[in-house]
């Protein structure tokens, strides 16, 4: 490379949990013709608390010691939105170049943070906030001419995918996948943020600041987690040939319209294929189709990106931020549905579809299954509606057989 | 962004065919926040001809009076290795930053280009040369935490993808789906280096330069192209589960062995789904693997990825030369094999399988087809082993039975 690297960089480093640890372990085999990578000094929660040793440099509960040794770069892998928004922003308001990974903080604090980057002209990078193996936010912020992204679906949350692809084929419990995933280290000890969705709303929350120049809180994203999927809901999906997925979407073609949650994905969806702990995502640009496709999150991949992160600032990458995010308001998208009915009497199919027709939700795919405890289901997939609109359906529905009917967003193949 | 970037870029175009056109068309609109890039003049073969509206600035047959110009960028989509090879090594000895899209030269002067580029301290920019709308080269070689690829597995020619496709799914003949792919615009009206692998192992070539630090002459890579592959072996790929595509693989762990051929590619590898003329490549990093899928060619992705390397110049990136590039032998690996038999007496297939693990050649799946000319055709699945073997069984089968035998590498799924 005849880049202009800086020879050493010496590296705030914001919390040492798994993903700090494989930073530094990682750091300190620089590869070949690259920056030497040094970690100055480490911000822990507990000084007494017995550390790997990978971790060289001063260890301090003080993150203002911290920025006064004036590091090259802060890496913050704390989590969460505070401490790190507070000494994040102080870290740019001293023009000290930022890496994080933390897609809580940017998803809520990112119109916040990148503001303060623009004016101090400081670079703010996050390459591992949304699919952490994956280099594609930067690459795509270079490149405006490739950048332009008018609607993208993808899955965002590897332990909510392994869970799901584990329920789906094996037909274990929530339960019983969900310990497997800890038991692998896929999943956290506390795996809620995952299994409720709110993991993946966050990162959708990054990617529309990223693609959209938008900033909608996530909180006020269409959010549903896995924890919600039946597994009548999985056998159906498989009968229909296809299965049920931990999707984010989002378009702003026009009004900007997305979702977090669950959907049942056809067969012949390049979604339908990224299994296991594998993210991917699957973006329209005016000259076509782009699927991006690997390791979502884990310490050694997630280390590699931040570590690639830190080397791009060294090089004098001024960053992806942009100060022009502007506070947007969401919709939910029209998309087609999985209906699922479950009860001891369903009514005949035909009698239930066209129930759903006055209500303006059109079938056009059924499947049923009767079960040995005496229950039956049936699977309906509807063309494209708003929520409301299947809502009231299943509302009269369950009314009129005293059935439990259930409903989840379902992708089409793109044309 | 806050990156520095010049405020408009002066380019000496060569060449104004389908991708040159749409390059001028595209950078006279230029998005908002970004450099103004201007075509300063053009250089053609024939200034007689008439030419679409959209290329402004003068227009020369004479190279050497627009390197005179001192242009900010010099973009060469002549295609072929003279003139081009000239030009550009005049340019960078110039110190006029270089952005091609031809993988005829780089794989046949790749070395000599950087070594000019790594010279002169001047930027060599070749995004466009594989997988034309995927940006991931100049990614990959900012990012040396995350290119620590080993191997790679992909589809690199759209023309011979949609082409077999048509063969395999619609029983159409070579010949009609080639014309097909001409009156869509997916083949060269001479789709020779295409049909024969020539392209595809050009791109390897030029993958093995990057990704590898190898440099291989693409003659010298085993190179097989989709005119060879029989309507039979499409059958039987279909009755395995499978299909037949054109493949690029390399490995170099140890050995650099690398092979350009059409392969029988399982339902459940990655690759099985990348249909029409789309483009993707599988990389095997030390953190994962990474899928790339998008579209390969087409003018308008081209010239935008094109024009996203002369605003990455812009900018200041110094590019993603490496002096370092070693000439490298390369070996034929070991793959499965999809072995074909077609005859109107074929031996029993215990009697074949017997017969083939007398070389080594051991099978694992069996399929058979009868056709109603009287001709009958079965297939096997071989574990790997490598070429001279199979072609020594095949030699023998055809001795011993007076049937056709055929043979394609064949893909695992990974692990």
Redesign the interface.
């Known amino acids: 490379?005849?880049?202009?690297v800086a020879s050493s960089v010496d590296v705030a480093l914001l919390g040492c949990g798994n993903v700090g640890a494989a930073f530094a372990r990682?750091a300190a085999r620089t590869?070949e013709?690259?920056t030497a990578i040094r970690i100055a000094g480490a911000l822990v929660r507990d000084l007494a608390r017995p550390r790997p040793g990978a971790v060289a440099g001063r260890m301090t509960t003080d993150p203002r010691a911290l920025l006064d040794d004036a590091p090259s770069v802060v890496v913050e892998l704390l989590g969460g939105v505070e401490p790190a928004r507070t000494i994040l922003l102080e870290a740019l308001a001293r023009r000290i170049p930022v890496v994080t990974a933390n897609k809580t903080l940017l998803s809520r604090c990112g119109r916040e943070l990148r503001e303060a980057?623009?004016a101090s002209?400081t670079p703010l990078l996050y390459e591992a906030a949304v699919v952490a193996?994956?280099?594609?936010l930067?690459?795509?912020?270079?490149?405006?001419?490739?950048a332009?992204v008018s609607s993208l679906v993808g899955i965002v949350n590897g332990t909510s995918n392994f869970v799901l692809g584990r329920c789906g084929s094996g037909g274990t419990s929530l339960a019983r996948a969900v310990a497997e995933a800890q038991r692998l280290g896929y999943a956290e000890p506390d795996p809620r943020n995952d299994l409720a969705g709110i993991d993946a709303s966050e990162k959708l929350a990054v990617l529309l600041q990223h693609f959209a120049a938008r900033f909608v809180n996530p909180d006020a994203l269409e959010t549903n987690g896995i924890e919600s999927v039946e597994g009548i809901q999985l056998e159906h999906a498989a009968e229909l040939g296809g299965g049920i997925k931990p999707v984010v979407h989002a378009g702003w073609t026009n009004a900007l319209e997305a979702f977090a949650a669950p959907a049942f994905v056809p067969a012949?969806h390049?979604l339908a294929?990224v299994d296991g702990v594998d993210n991917?995502i699957l973006m329209t640009t005016?000259?076509?189709?782009?699927?991006?496709?690997?390791?979502g999150a884990?310490p050694?991949?997630t280390?590699?990106?931040v570590?690639?992160d830190v080397?791009?600032i060294a090089?004098?990458?001024?960053?992806?931020?942009?100060a022009t995010v502007s506070p947007c308001t969401v919709a939910a998208p029209e998309t087609e549905w999985l209906i699922t009915l479950r009860g001891t009497r369903l009514a005949a199919a035909r009698d239930v579809a066209d129930l759903l027709a006055s209500f303006g939700v059109f079938t056009h795919r059924a499947t049923a299954i009767g079960a040995s405890d005496g229950h039956q289901s049936r699977s309906w997939l509807a063309w494209p509606c708003a929520r409301p609109r299947v809502e009231l359906a299943l509302s009269a529905l369950r009314n009129a057989s005293g059935c439990e009917a259930l409903a989840l967003r379902a992708l089409e193949v793109p044309a």
Chains 1, 2 share one sequence.
Do not use: I, K, N
């Open positions: 490379m005849t880049t202009c990682l590869p013709h690259s980057s623009a002209r193996g994956v280099p594609f930067g690459t795509f912020a270079r490149r405006p001419y490739t332009t012949a390049p294929r991917a005016a000259h076509g189709r782009l699927l991006l496709q690997g390791p884990g050694e991949a280390a590699a990106t570590l690639d080397r791009e090089a004098g990458w001024a960053g992806v931020h942009d």
